[in-house]
């Protein structure tokens, strides 16, 4: 059975996929390089290799993976719907300066690296939060069982 099955939009990965993804994963440090049919060595840019990478590691952590292409310009909605949250809670981040927007005619629109870079924050938020909540479990085990 092929490891892999694509078409044009879709790639369905294997068990056996998943399991070499996991004892692939690569160091930061690592690099990629791909191999010509002459055999020339041609080194992989930065910006495919980390996308390299971040997908081995999705594969390997979750099984599945997303690939898609992000307009530079984002709307109000799609914005709201990348960051997990509501457009109304969005548009009162971009009055407020929590994340910049801009206005198109009458419709306000984010750049997508500021948007991915609130999605990088609220992520790491929540890592925090919910290593505190592990430190607090931890420092009171006991407490709360009955």
Known sequence: MNATLASASHITISDTV????????????????IQSSNGDQLAVPES????????LTSVAQNGEVSISRVPEEITSTVAADMLGVSRTTLMKWARSGKIDSFKVGSHTRFKRDEVLRMQREREAEKAAAFEKLR????????VFDN
Not at 48 to 55: A, E, H, M, S, V
Not at 135 to 141: G, N, R, S
């Open 18 to 33: 998943m399991q070499d993804a996991q004892t692939t994963l690569a160091a930061e440090a690592s690099t990629i390089t």
């Open 48 to 55: 495919l290799r980390r996308l390299i990478l971040d997908t």
């Open 135 to 142: 430190a607090f479990d931890d420092d009171h085990a006991g």
